[in-house]
Each structure stands twice: as C-alpha cells, then as structure tokens.
Nanobody, 115 residues
Framework: QVQFVESGGGLVQAGGSLRLSCRAS????????MAWFRQGPGKQRESVAA????????NYAVSVRGRFTVSRDNAKNTVYLQMNSLKPEDTAVYYC????????WGQGTQVTVSS
C-alpha cells in the first residue's frame, strides 16, 4: 500500500516562499496523477494543485494560480509544491495523494503564514 511523507512546511512571513516535498513509498507513483491538498483551521480539505503522470499537465485552484507550482520527479517517487508570494490564508496542513485518492493519507506538513 502506498504511503506518503510530506515535508518542508514551516513558519514564513507573508510574501515569502516555501517548497514542499512529498515522498511516496510502498508503491511507485509514476503512473498516477498526483495532487496537493490542504486543510486550513476549521475548513474542509481542498485540492490546490494536480500534476499528470508525465508531468506535462498541471492544474491549480484559482486561489493559488500564479503563485504555486507543482512538479514531480518520478525517479525519486517524489512530488513537489513550490509556493511563492504566500498569504496568511495559505495557512494550513498540506497533504499529497494520488488521484483518485488513496485511503492512506500522510501526516501532512504545517504551513503557517504570518501577516
């Protein structure tokens, strides 16, 4: 069963940048569309970015378009999320998963953006 380990979160000031990583183990993700999700305080989990298996196609939520960039390295079984121009409303726990989602969610990585 595939497992995901997210890392790279932290505390950053508004306007700053972070790069998140998601390493998969137990199964290769090279044939899967992968996505990043986030869950803010008191909010439902939402999808923010997705990338096709080849990496040639990406999609973003309107709220992050132009600021976030999703990429992947299939040789490393890893997906990345580069987050620039961060806003306080980006504060959330960030998760990755394949699409359709696996029942096995990782622990996520906390991103906190201060104003």
């Amino acid at each position: 069963q595939v497992q995901f380990v997210e890392s790279g979160g932290g505390l950053v000031q508004a306007g700053g940048s972070l790069r998140l990583s998601c390493r998969a183990s137990g199964s290769t993700i090279s044939a899967n569309t992968m996505a990043w999700f986030r869950q803010g305080p008191g909010k439902q989990r939402e999808s923010v970015a997705a990338i096709s298996a080849s990496g040639l196609t990406t999609n973003y939520a309107v709220s992050v378009r132009g600021r976030f960039t999703v990429s992947r390295d299939n040789a490393k079984n890893t997906v990345y999320l580069q987050m620039n121009s961060l806003k306080p409303e980006d504060t959330a726990v960030y998760y990755c998963n394949r699409v359709p989602v696996s029942a096995s969610w990782g622990q996520g990585t906390q991103v906190t953006v201060s104003s």
